[in-house]
């Protein structure tokens, strides 16, 4: 779509949109009259931003800033001024208002920074319906006060928002998202999600309901509400008209309100100039949302959080990646750190690779300008099997069925284990272990399955602890000890309860052999027809000498024949019950035929003995 250029002439607009809500347009104009007049009430001074000057060398600090104000986990430690109480217009009812530490404290939901970028995927994957294409993840560099620093860009082409629509998703707790097949459902991801990645965010969007096109920038910026001493959360938003051959602004009140917002836009977001501003919208097309999180959040050593330059077609969390870096660490323990398991947790694309558990069809993950290849762990799995687990929902609910697919994972160390679980086909917890710690059984066993029954945690990175969750919990711990019991043998593992049976069968054969004078001989076999025991016994010069892969090989081979051996025992009895019901059904043959001949035999013998008489 060609940049719409902007008049010089300002005319006032009025709001049109699609929304259910009716007063949709009143609470928009009234949000944007109210924000006009504090910000005209307010001086607002120049801004100072951090500056970075690498990935791994801290960025310098700007006068009045503190690695405190700037690292996450510590920039809600900030000393409050005195507020001052509004007047309220006559019968006007007083509000809650909310402070801007409210949205640092609201943000420290998403304990994993990947967290908070899930969120604003899940946000594109829900324009799908809207006939969204893609979602571009990647790294920018901006300018602020003339030092470059990185950004996080997130672009999509879904439906977009219209001015109305994009002051809800500033505000707290609305959620339009109403379908049974969307991910979000709280109406707080977007804020907790950004405010989790940095300090600022800035967003654009382009959309057209009710046959009118509207661009529109909304900025959150918690520097700006810190460094200015707000009690009370501010967002700036302009809006234009751009269905025509201008962009005309959007005026809801005056003039002056409208310039207010633009104003406090240039002074605290990364553009500067109001061309560059509008600028932004080129790459967003007809219609769609980008939004660019800048002042990204530094660690305990005051480097940024984020890694970029690790890997150019990636990005990493910092903290994981150097430790996993840094440690010398064993061959397995090498082995797992390369498994996806384990990657998963500083590695943006291998994490993103099992977000979504079913492929998406045309829709596509760009991270970095290179698609995401989906991964379903369940085409991993080696002897793999489904069960069927049907959930006890409250009364009234619909009944439904859970799939869960279960079996061995391929080619990595056996402390990889655990259960994928989905919920509307986003991974909410992955490789769960249910099973006890230290205890072998289940070592290598991956399941994965979608629970839509039981509901997320606001941060998606668990499930609310309710009776469904935990009856899903002891199932899933029945499952692994089922699926272990009955295929554990087939990777070289002993079933449980397989050592104390074979002591058995070895105190029973040496009772037996003690019965029969020296030089007698029984041959075991007699005694176990469905297992062979070999005549030959391993001496223990040998037995030490083993491997211990020779042994597994011996012992699968072992247990094959063992299965195989039930397994023609199992025929020849079906063959055996197969022809004894077959000569019961001749015994009762021949019986019916002989009391036929008996009953034709009788009056032919009676004739013959009245002829004699004759």
Sequence with gaps: MPPKVEKEHLNVVDIASSDDDGDAQTVARKQASSLGERQLRRNISSPEMPQSSGPITPP?????ETLDSRSFWKAGNYVIGPTSKPALLEGALEHARVHPKFLHSNA?????????????MDNAVDEIQHSATFIKVDKIDIKMDNSP????????????????????CMSLGYSSKKSNTTIGQYGNGFKTSTMRLGADVIVFSRSTRAGKATQSVGLLSYTFLRRTGQDDVIVPMIDFDISG???EPIIYSTHDDWSSNLKTILEWSPFSLKEDLLLQFDDIGPHGTKIIIYNLWLNDEGIYELAFD?????????????????TKV???TVELQSHISYRLRYSLRAYASMLYLRKFNNFQIILRGKPVQQFNIADELQYPKVVTYKPQVAAGSKECSVETTIGFIKETPTNVSGFNVYHKNRLIRPFWKVKSDGSMIGNGVVGVLE?????????KQDFERSSLFVRLENRLKQM???YWKGHCYLMGYQPPGFAAKQKKLLANQHNNSSNFPAGGKQDSRDEQPGLDVPDVVMPEGDLASTSVDQLCEENIQLFMRCEEKAQKEAELKQTIEELEKGLEDMRKKCAHLSSLLESKQEPFGTRNYNLHLM
């Excluded at 310098?60 to 009045?64: C, D, I, Q, V």
């Design 480 to 482: 692994v000890h089922e």
């Design 149 to 168: 620093g990185p950004a996080l860009l997130f672009l999509d082409d879904g439906g977009g928002m219209d001015p109305v629509l994009l002051r809800k």
């Design 108 to 120: 420290t939901s998403h304990k994993w920074a990947f967290g908070a970028i899930a969120e604003l």
């Design 330 to 332: 064993l061959k397995k």
């Design 60 to 64: 310098a600090l700007p006068s009045g």
């Design 451 to 459: 629970a839509d029954f039981i509901e997320p945690a606001h941060d």
């Design 245 to 247: 051959h201008w962009a």
């Design 310 to 326: 690790d890997d150019d077609e990636d990005i990493r969390l910092r903290d994981e990646a150097l430790r996993e870096a840094t």
